[in-house]
């Protein structure tokens, strides 16, 4: 029987950590001036891979890279996961004042800029519908701010952080 109670607990978690996460992704878009239109239109995809990796255990880390017209880094904020976090029995929450904080600190960024979303996984992580290989832009030249632990669950945590351009 306790088994079946952790595998419940996990999967709220789960439930919790992939809207609470997403959720954030699409304020961050909104607030810092660009498009949401785009984030809408693939949400289910993103839900399935956050869903579906968080279950495997494989999701190490989604993040959110905005580049300008020419397809260089402008910012980028970062969830990491942590299945090693536990806020308590139950427990589930999360800390919209150091998301708002950090798009305070991103600013407006120009209308012609392009974002992605990119979910980054251990090997071995089963395949999901829509998603494939990629790379990161590179992120030299910026330097990242953590904000600690944004989203915690009894079972996963998320260290949040975003870069931005050394002075």
Known sequence: MASSVTVYTYAHSVAYVTEKMLSSIKQIIRDVGLDPTKFASDF??????????????????????????????????????????????????????????????????????????????????????????????????FIKQNLGTTIGTNSIGTQAGYWRKAS
Request: charged share 20%; proline share 2%.
């Open 44 to 141: 289910n995809v993103y839900d399935a891979g956050v869903r579906a990796w968080l279950e495997s255990k494989h999701l190490k880390q989604a993040v959110l890279e905005v580049a300008n017209s020419s397809g260089s880094l402008v910012t980028r904020c970062d969830f990491t996961i942590d299945y090693s976090y536990s806020s308590g029995e139950g427990s589930m929450w999360v800390d919209t004042d150091a998301i708002k904080y950090s798009i305070s600190k991103l600013g407006i960024i120009p209308s012609t800029c392009t974002y992605r979303v990119i979910l980054s996984v251990a090997s071995g992580a089963p395949t999901v519908a829509g998603w494939s290989d990629c790379e990161f832009l590179s992120t030299e030249g």
